[in-house]
Structure formats: structure tokens, C-alpha cells
């Protein structure tokens, strides 16, 4: 795994070695933590080496769980965990945070890309104040600064106004891109089952001489969800290009900053013209998964068997078998096939539940690169276009200002109150809280 656009989603699972509780795969909103709180005591130690993409909600809910065993220490924390992490850790909690894997950079002609995780004492990362940006390219690390009096550019105003915004706009769109990663592949899960049972139902249907509306029902999810995975996979490479640029502009030199910044702009509009693609795939995984409906139409044939006709066609074990059913204990007759067959129609319709619930990640993601827009379409842009120079305090006012105004969701507000915060008391800004509870989706 070399960098964002490599993330690993995978189940979650945990297990203990040599007395550390370690800890992988992906965690979305609904994942069942329950394994993990059987085996974590207190104190307790717990790798995060492997942990893939998190969405925002179920990273909180993972750290909830870690909180209620009061002490526990933390290693192995990649960087894109470290991410969310900065934001929500306490000063007076009982975490420990040991250390982090912090992504190494391959220069090539002036240019940088991922090449490996490298592990970095925490207390290398923190000093008085906690850590504030993605950067330091003076070196083959990709570090972050600690406190405002170490930014390069803290005797320039617009400079370092632009290069914290810019970490925290880099922040919301990673956020963004583990959002729909860890939303897509719960939604893999989600349509694996799905098609399993639904194949099933469609066999007993054609032994039973019966009619699915949508035999093709199971492909067009499986399409729907392809469009879905290029999308994830085509965000995740563009955000990793932005992480990349804006640790570049914020310690490129004075004169360079402006054309670095721009840089910036031109990559932030092409990931919030992705948008458009998220509502896409949010409609068609929807509309995939409304086919589903027609099972009800086969519930009603159902509903309208005579058990006699049934015996007599003498199909009971292949139904069953079509259902993967082996209860011994069951007899061939109807009414004990007929639960066998409402138990899976059941399954489908929770299953079905499920993925609609999912798709509104997407929808989720398309209105926090909304949030995102009127501060990539503000004066400041065209000003520092012609040079840092052209960026008065009016623009820069303006621009947190608009920042602030568009917090809606909770972790806008923590991303917020972690990189903008203070411009907000310089301009005098009154700091908007979140109107919406973490990870709600919002209709405009």
C-alpha cells in the first residue's frame, strides 16, 4: 500500500498476537465491532498497521469502543487514520498514540509520488500544539507540521491563510474518498449476499414453473456497482494528487506559491466535477436495487400454492437444496419448504434495505463537494491567479467566511475547527457549529 489511492478494503477482522489486539480492513457506519470488544481489555495495546478505509461514522464508533476501556495505546497508525485522528483525539484522554506510518515521497524531475509507509515516533509529529499540515517536502518524508509558528510562510498572512485552507479543503476531500471507498465495499458485501439469494430465489421459481419478473436483476446490481468501483478507484488517484500538490505549494517559496496554488484549483475542480458522478451512482446502485421489488410479485404466487400440487411434483429436496438449506429436521412438504422460501425472500428484502441505506454514502459525498464549491469560485482565486500579491484581507476574510458558512456536517466542523479556526477570531468571524448530526444525508 503506497498511498491513498491503494487503500485496502477488506472485512473487518480482528484477532490477538503476542498479547496486541490487531486490527484490519475496512469500517463503515454499520460494521459490527463486537469481536473487537471481546478481545480488547484495559489497558490494552492495538495495532492499526492494516486498517483500510473508514467512513467518518464508523471510525467514531471505533474509537467509542477503544474509549470505554479508558487506557489503550495505539501503533501502527497509518496516515490516513492519522488524518481523522488529529482532529478527534483529546488532550486529557488516556490514548496513547505510539507511532505512525507516514507515506515516503519518490522525487522524480521535480515531481513526488508515494513510494512506501515509513513508521515515525508520534512524538517526532506533536510538540506543544498538535499537528496542522500535510508536508514537508525538504525531505524524503512526507511530515507534518506542528504549530502556525513553524509554517514557512507564517510572516506572510495570505500565505499561510491560502496553505491552511488548502490543508483543509485536502482534508474534506479525503475524507470524501475513504467515505465512498469504505461505502463501496460494504456495499460489495452487501450485493455478494444479495446476488446469492436472489440467484437461489430464481431457481426455485423456474422449478416451481414460475415467472421472475427480472431474471437480470442480479447483473444489473453487479453493474451498477462496477460504474460505482471506477468512480471510487478515479477520486481516490485525484485526491492523492491534491494531497501531493498542497504539500508542495505550502513549502514552495514565495515566489512560486501562486502558480502552486493554482495548481491546487485546477486539481479541486476536477474532483468536485466528480459530483455529478456520485449522484450517477448513487441512482443507478438505487434503481439496481429497486428491481428487487419484483420478489413481492413472486411472494404472491407464493401465497397462492396449493400444498397438494406441490407433494406432487415431488421437487421438495431440489428446493431445498436451491435454497443451501440442510436442516435434516425438515420435512418435503410445503408448509416446511414454504419458511424455508419466505426465510430467504426475507433476507433479500433486509439485504435490499441495506444497500439503499449505502447508496446514500454517495449521495453524502456529492453534497460535501458541494459544501466545497463557492470557495473554489471566490475572488481570491482570480486574485493570486495574477500573483500572491492581488490577495488582500477582504479576499481572505471572504474566503473563511464562506468556509465557515458552509459547515453543515459535523466533520466539516472538526476539520474546520482544527486548520481555520484561528482565522475565524482573526477576522472575527463567529465559528459556525455543524447543523447536521455526523454523517446525515442532507437534501437541499
Known sequence: MSGLSELVSKKFVCHQVSGRVEVSGSVHDSTDLYALKTLIG???EISL??????????????????????????FGVPYHVYDDLKLLVDPASTMRVQDVLLPKLLGKGGMYEFEAFEQVPYADLVGESAARFVTSLDSTRLRLLRDKDQNPHAGNRALAVIGDYLAFQCHVFNMI?????ATNYAFEECMGRLEARVKNVI???????????????????????SYA???????????EQLQLNVAQCIHSSESEFSAAAVRCVVIARRILAAKQYMEEAGVKLGGALRGVDDIRDFEREIDRINPSDFDRLGIA??????????????????????????????????????????????????????????????????????????????????????????????????????????????FAIKKKEAEADPGDVLLF
Not at 231 to 239: F, K, R
Open 229 to 239: 468501483a471506477k468512480l471510487v478507484s478515479g477520486l481516490m488517484q485525484v485526491v
Open 317 to 426: 429436496t431440489s428446493v431445498k437444496a436451491a435454497l443451501d438449506v440442510m436442516d435434516p429436521l425438515l420435512g418435503d412438504n410445503w408448509d416446511d419448504v414454504a419458511v424455508c422460501i419466505r426465510a430467504e425472500l426475507n433476507a433479500i428484502k433486509l439485504d435490499q434495505l441495506d444497500g439503499m441505506v449505502l447508496t446514500q454514502g454517495f449521495d453524502l459525498a456529492r453534497q460535501l463537494l458541494e459544501h466545497r464549491e463557492m470557495e473554489i469560485a471566490a475572488p481570491w482565486v482570480n486574485s493570486i491567479e495574477k500573483g500572491i500579491g492581488e490577495v488582500t484581507d477582504i479576499h481572505l476574510a471572504e474566503l473563511i467566511e464562506i468556509a465557515n458558512r458552509r459547515i453543515v456536517t459535523d466533520q466539516e466542523s472538526f476539520s474546520f475547527r482544527y486548520y481555520l479556526s484561528r482565522w475565524a477570531e482573526v
Open 177 to 181: 474518498a475513504r467515505q465512498i471507498a
Open 49 to 74: 498497521r492494516s486498517l483500510g478505509a473508514c467512513t467518518w461514522n464508523g471510525f467514531r464508533k471505533l474509537l467509542d469502543l477503544l474509549a470505554e476501556r479508558q487506557c489503550f495505546d495505539l
Open 203 to 225: 431457481t426455485v421459481a423456474r422449478l416451481m414453473g414460475l415467472q421472475f419478473a427480472r431474471p437480470n436483476v442480479v447483473t444489473e446490481i453487479r453493474d451498477a456497482h
Open 42 to 44: 484495559s489497558p490494552c
